[in-house]
């Protein structure tokens, strides 16, 4: 394939996981369980900082005008006001910062799981006082449902991520 055409198909794919990730959404109350931030975190672990950062900016964009990418097939701008708001606005630094800290060498576990680690932080950094906002709840409630019910997921979703990232790059070279 030519060079010049694969981050735009790497990307596409991502913007297409990304979408997918969403729909398998698990209502456990005003922040839903979704496989969305795992493909965030993986196109982080794949991708050069700026396609990272481009497809999940398209992503957005994609569900702010309508079309149904966030959980649950939901979307539209009024989602960014909504309790998820700050976890659907955290994945453009956390896509970024995962993908700066993961950097392009061969061998580099550490550095994947240290790159998972801060853009999952960056994804609850946003989310949970946003949604402590939106909901206008103290932070120990806002913890309760836009944090502690997902830390186990969080922790497999960055494992997976990380394993995977591990089996694709020798599949996918820039």
């Known amino acids: 394939m030519d060079t010049s055409v694969k981050p735009i198909v790497y990307s596409a794919l991502f913007i297409a996981l990304i979408s997918v990730g969403a729909m398998i959404a698990i209502p456990v109350g005003p922040v839903p369980i979704v496989l969305q931030n795992m493909f965030v975190l993986l196109a982080g672990l794949i991708l050069p900082p700026a ?10 964009l994609m569900g702010f005008a309508g079309l149904p990418v966030f959980a649950g097939g939901t979307s539209g701008i009024g989602k960014v006001f909504g309790p998820t708001g700050g976890y659907l606005l955290s994945y453009l630094p956390a896509v970024f910062l995962t993908s700066v800290i993961s950097g392009h060498a061969e061998k580099r576990l550490v550095r994947d799981c240290a790159a998972t680690i801060a853009g999952m932080a960056i994804i609850y950094m946003f ?3 946003w949604l402590k906002c939106v909901l ?25 991520a990380v394993i995977i990232a591990r089996k694709l790059r020798p599949l996918i070279r820039f």
């Open 51 to 60: 396609w990272a950062a481009g497809c999940v900016a398209v992503y957005l």
């Open 127 to 129: 989310g949970v006082p």
């Open 136 to 160: 206008a709840v103290s932070w120990g409630k806002a913890m309760a449902v836009g944090m502690y019910p997902f830390l186990v997921g969080a922790v497999l979703k960055m494992a997976a």
